[in-house]
């Protein structure tokens, strides 16, 4: 299943962004979705997750205390809210889903293969 992922753009250090991601004729609202990043060169990264119910996140250090991902269940979508942009969040992001979960660990979270159903990706661009 296609997720579509939106809302990237260009912004300066230190703006914010938010981008959304939905499934138009699914529901992933008893799954964990996780957005992930991909710069050029580099492997796809973990940028956070989010439990069925929205009370569980998990984020890696790089991105605490200035990303955060939510969901709306009514709306069968997810969010990232990014602030304190820096140029090296500049990647393409994805969001996507994990069909077998609906907890948060983060051993699995954090890894890209536990994830079933990927968006096609937007990208962030951070100017200094």
């Known amino acids: 299943v296609q997720l579509q992922a939106s809302g990237g753009g260009l912004v300066q250090a230190g703006g914010s962004l938010r981008l959304s991601c939905s499934a138009p004729?699914?529901?992933?609202?008893?799954?964990?979705m996780g957005w992930f990043r991909q710069a050029p060169g580099k492997e796809r990264e973990f940028v956070a997750a989010i439990n069925w119910s929205g009370v569980s996140t998990y984020y890696p250090d790089s991105v605490k205390g200035r990303f955060t991902v939510s969901r709306d269940n009514a709306k069968n979508t997810i969010y990232l809210q990014m602030n304190s942009l820096k140029p090296e969040d500049t990647a393409v992001y994805y969001c996507?889903?994990?069909?077998?979960?609906?907890?948060?660990?983060?051993?699995?979270?954090?890894?890209?293969?536990?994830?079933?159903?990927w968006g096609q990706g937007t990208l962030v661009t951070v100017s200094s």
């Open positions: 004729g699914r529901s992933f609202n008893n799954n964990v």
């Open positions: 996507a889903a994990d069909r077998a979960r609906s907890t948060v660990i983060g051993l699995f979270a954090r890894r890209p293969s536990s994830y079933d159903d």
